[in-house]
T-cell receptor, first 112, second 115 residues
Framework: KQEVTQIPAALSVPEGENLVLNCSFT??????LQWFRQDPGKGLTSLLL?????REQTSGRLNASLDKSSGRSTLYIAASQPGDSATYLC???????????FGKGTHLIIQP | NAGVTQTPKFQVLKTGQSMTLQCAQD?????MSWYRQDPGMGLRLIHY???????DQGEVPNGYNVSRSTTEDFPLRLLSAAPSQTSVYFC??????????????FGDGTRLSIL
C-alpha cells in the first residue's frame, strides 16, 4: 500500500526566505505526482503536476522536483510572501484509473 | 466555466438520516472521485468512477454508495449517517485516463456534521 509522508508538518518563516517542502512515498511505481495548496476552510488548488517520466516542473516562484527511484519530491518556494501561507499537500497517483494518495500536508506560515 | 461544483456546502444531519452529496463537472471529464478529509488523517479516497456506468471502491467505502449515470454527475449517498462520517467531503475530476499530464480538479467541498 502506498504511503505518502510530508516533512515538516508545520513551518513558520519570515517573509522573503526561500524554502523547501519535502514529500516521500513508499512505492516508486507512480503515474504522476501533484502538489496542491489548501487555504483554511477551502478546497484544493493544483499547483504543479510532475509526470513519472519528468524530473521537475516550474510555475512562477514554485519549482517541484521528482526523484522516483528514491521516492522523493520537493516543492521549492522562492522569495516567500505572506500570501503563500497555506497548507501544502503532496499526492501521488499509481495509474490513470486510480485515485490519489495524499500526504497529511505541511502547514506553512510566512511572517510579514 | 464552473469546473467542479459541489452542493450543499454545509449540512447537519442526525444519526440515521440519509442524504446525497451532489457533484457535477462541466469539463467532460472521464474520471471522477470522492474523498473525505479528517484532521490528522489527510484525504482518503471513498469511491471513484472511470466513466458513465462504471464505479469502484476506494480506501474507505463503507457506509457510502455512488452511481454514475451521466458523465457530468457523480453523487455520493450516505444511507444511514453515523457520527464517524462527520468530515469534509471533496469531489474531484480529471480528463483523459491515459494521459499522465492531466491534473485532478477539486470542488470546494461539503462540510458535513452528524449529530
Amino acid at each position: 500500500k502506498q504511503e505518502v509522508t510530508q516533512i515538516p508538518a508545520a513551518l513558520s518563516v519570515p517573509e522573503g526566505e526561500n524554502l523547501v517542502l519535502n514529500c516521500s512515498f513508499t512505492d516508486s511505481a507512480i503515474y504522476n505526482l501533484q502538489w496542491f495548496r489548501q487555504d483554511p476552510g477551502k478546497g484544493l488548488t493544483s499547483l504543479l503536476l510532475i509526470q513519472s517520466s519528468q524530473r521537475e516542473q516550474t510555475s512562477g516562484r514554485l519549482n517541484a522536483s521528482l526523484d522516483k527511484s528514491s521516492g522523493r519530491s520537493t516543492l521549492y518556494i522562492a522569495a516567500s510572501q505572506p500570501g503563500d501561507s497555506a497548507t501544502y499537500l503532496c499526492a501521488v497517483r499509481r495509474g490513470g484509473a486510480d485515485g490519489l494518495t495524499f500526504g497529511k500536508g505541511t502547514h506553512l506560515i510566512i511572517q510579514p | 466555466n464552473a469546473g467542479v461544483t459541489q452542493t450543499p456546502k454545509f449540512q447537519v444531519l442526525k444519526t440515521g438520516q440519509s442524504m446525497t452529496l451532489q457533484c457535477a463537472q462541466d469539463m467532460n471529464h472521464e474520471y471522477m472521485s470522492w474523498y473525505r478529509q479528517d484532521p490528522g488523517m489527510g484525504l482518503r479516497l471513498i469511491h471513484y468512477s472511470v466513466g458513465a456506468g462504471i464505479t469502484d471502491q476506494g480506501e474507505v467505502p463503507n457506509g457510502y454508495n455512488v452511481s454514475r449515470s451521466t458523465t457530468e454527475d457523480f453523487p455520493l449517498r450516505l444511507l444511514s449517517a453515523a457520527p464517524s462520517q462527520t468530515s469534509v467531503y471533496f469531489c474531484a475530476s480529471s480528463p483523459n485516463l491515459w494521459v499522465s499530464n492531466q491534473p485532478q480538479h477539486f470542488g470546494d467541498g461539503t462540510r458535513l456534521s452528524i449529530l
